[in-house]
């Protein structure tokens, strides 16, 4: 049971039960408490130990979890708590040192207790039509059919073991393409080896740099979202390898055998970037994947979003638990409101005009069937995204 604070009303404490596959959708404007409230579930999944726990972070600011929340500590004696510093490993996609822009940025972040590990993408795991959508080509245009061959290809030849100067080859030595589509797909993917973070030597498993005794958390900050769509790119492959690995784990689990891959919790802040509503993105056909399928798997999947009407529907749909703090704009009060369960006994929205303060949330449990006005309770790590 995740213990996520007190009821407004009755002081009673409220908790989220983990011992199944859950999906929570936190949402509130900027300043309100959001990405608190998710460090919240973090460091009460990490307490328990019993699942892995990946954090896609695109605001670079979840890594101070690693220092105790001295600044709160009063509050949090008050809440029978104490200051704490967790374990957490920093994914970078590339090399650190490259990404942040300076070796002393890394060297401090280490003296702080991180611990970096370089994420590398296999290329062998992105699909033809996720290449073409990665470069904006028309699978069936000149180019697109080029990439496409070139990367079944590789495929056939090579399994899993081939990389990016494979798939150039194979495009150099495909007779029906033109050399205007050779040399187009040439510079598009000897660019792509430049973003630094595809591997060029070995195929690698995610359970190589996922650890469960600890907060993995996925940097995306130093990715430019630039022109091509790196970083859906990344929680697509990512989000795909957890999903099969799971998936064969779960059936393991059953026949009685070990499994090598644990339960999995996906949190992904500034989720409107990843599964926007009327868009597509590289990584929204399996996060929604993620929401809709995961239960039998084992896979849970927690999003925050300052803006909930940018994101999918069939993510908002599928959420069992909301955890709002304040909002301010119409348009993300009335797609919360169309949430709205019979057993609320009022619409969700006058629920959420009744938030006071920071650190105030609206707590909706279709598990229970309940909802409550829930002070949030303090964090025992050290919050991050304060402003400049």
């Not at 979890?65 to 957490?88: A, I, K, T, V, Y």
């Not at 994420?119 to 039509?129: F, G, K, R, T, V």
């Not at 245009?141 to 990367?151: E, R, S």
């Not at 907060?215 to 130093?222: A, E, H, K």
Request: hydrophobic content about 40%; glycine content about 8%; overall charge negative.
């Amino acid at each position: 049971m995740l213990f996520i604070g007190r009821d407004l009303d009755t002081e009673e404490d409220l908790y989220i039960d983990s011992s199944k596959s859950r999906a929570i959708l936190i949402c509130g404007k900027r300043g309100s408490g959001k990405s608190y409230t998710m460090g919240v579930i973090i460091e009460e999944l990490l307490a328990e130990g019993q699942a892995t726990i990946l954090v896609v972070d695109p605001m670079g600011t979840f890594h101070t979890m690693c220092l105790p929340n001295l600044d709160q500590e009063r509050l949090l004696w008050d809440w029978g708590s104490s200051p704490e510093g967790l374990r957490l490993r920093l994914l970078v996609p590339g090399d650190p040192v490259v990404r942040y822009g300076d070796a002393e940025i890394v060297s401090r972040m280490e003296a702080r207790g991180l611990s970096f590990v370089q994420l590398a993408i296999n290329p062998s795991d992105i699909s033809p039509e996720a290449w073409c959508d990665l470069f904006n080509i028309g699978i069936n245009d000149p180019m697109g059919i080029a990439l496409t061959k070139a990367v079944i290809k590789c495929q056939r030849k090579h399994g899993l073991d081939y990389f990016i100067p494979q798939i150039i080859d194979r495009i150099e030595l495909d007779p029906r393409a033109s050399q205007v589509t050779k040399d187009a797909l040439t510079n598009r993917l000897e660019t792509a080896t430049l973003w630094g973070f595809f591997s060029d030597d070995r195929y690698r498993e995610v359970d190589e740099v996922l650890e469960r005794q600890a907060i993995n958390v996925l940097d995306l900050s130093t990715i430019d979202p630039g022109r091509y769509g790196r970083r859906p790119l990344i929680i697509s492959v990512l989000g795909r390898d957890l999903f099969v690995k799971r998936s064969i784990a779960r059936r393991r689990e059953e026949l009685g055998l070990d499994a090598r891959t644990a339960r999995t919790w996906l949190f992904i802040d500034e989720a409107h970037q990843f599964v926007p509503s009327g868009k597509s993105s590289l990584s929204k056909e399996i996060l929604i994947r993620w929401v809709k399928e995961g239960r039998g798997p084992g896979l849970s999947f927690v999003v925050a979003s300052q803006q909930p009407s940018a994101i999918d529907n069939e993510v908002l749909s599928q959420c069992d638990v909301i955890l709002s703090h304040s909002m301010t704009t119409s348009e993300d009060k009335t797609a919360l409101n169309r949430l709205t369960k019979d057993y609320m006994g009022g619409e969700l929205r006058t629920y959420i005009d009744r938030i006071a303060r920071t650190g105030q949330a609206v707590l909706v449990d279709d598990d229970v069937e309940r909802v409550s006005m829930v002070h949030v309770r303090p964090r025992k790590s050290k919050p991050g995204g304060s402003e400049a």
